[in-house]
């Protein structure tokens, strides 16, 4: 009997069939562009294995959990889950995975360029190269000589802060879980916040990360400070954010990730010349694609083949599963 896929990512039933590499039979289920909820309660219903979203639309939300019959797991298509009720999707005993690391080495590229643009005002002054001007009184920061605080030392977090060391930062970081990466050093929230002259933020995106820097937050760190965000949008609080670099109370602003997307035309991130804006692409990568169909590819065949997913974020296995 064909394994039943339902896939909710921006993929066409050629490519979700090749992610099970001829191993494995498979019906393969496709949904509509968002918002389409009860077809996506349709699609799962039955399912064995589900793809979803990597652009974070399609939520599979208890209603949709409730509906799942045979699903064996959840297979997000993206680093963050956030779109995915996974402490619910507990409670049923099914499976949530992620696709951890497969996009780090481009969001940690990303992070490095929105870093150094700031520091060096390189698209300010190439916009005003551009409109005929010639101002040679900018003056920048070396990269080598600041302290960096990474919020999160993960897949994404750790990679930024091998780079940095080459650079001769100093490098800090705050992390839920031990981690070590050669040449940093673990500090808290408040120290980290305090001491950076770059704040990166590589922190999933959960009930206890969101707005995780807030205004009191922000009031702690340098009014030089430059903040880095290629997580999630909801874990800044972009009005408190806003308003610190209008006021001069923060020194400038990298956002990869916004807490609306697409980020509204009237936002006033798009008027502040302080701030570099990237519409979500940190993970767009011709290298970061590839590997991602290899990771989702081969946790689909780990279920079919009857051995254990990684990645799991929620705590289940095919063990405690239902």
Known sequence: MPARVTCLSPFDEATVRGLFKGRHEVDVQLVPEPPCQDAVLKAVHEAHLVIADKRHKHRIDR???????????????????????????AEYGIP???????????????????????????????RDLRKGGWDRT?????????????????????????????????????????????GTQPVDLDTLLRQSDVVCIHTPLDVDTERLIDAEAIAKMKPTAVLINAARGPIVDEAALVAALREGRLGGAGLDVFETEPLPADSPLRSLENVFLSPHVGGNTFEAESFLLEVVGANLNRILDGEEPVNIVNGVTRVTAR
């Open 63 to 89: 209603r949709v959990l409730e509906n799942m019959r045979n699903c064996q797991l959840i297979q997000q298509a993206a680093v963050g889950f956030d779109t995915i009720d996974h402490r619910a999707a």
């Open 96 to 126: 949530v995975a992620n696709a951890a690391g497969y996009n780090k080495e481009s969001v940690a590229d990303l992070t490095i360029l929105m870093i150094l643009n700031l520091l060096r005002h390189a698209a300010f002054l190439d």
């Open 138 to 182: 900018h003056s920048g920061h070396q990269l080598g000589d600041l302290t960096v605080g990474i919020v999160g030392l993960g897949n994404v977090g750790a990679t930024v802060a091998r780079r940095l060391t080459g650079f001769g930062s100093r490098v800090i970081f705050t992390d839920a879980l031990p981690r070590e990466v050669p």
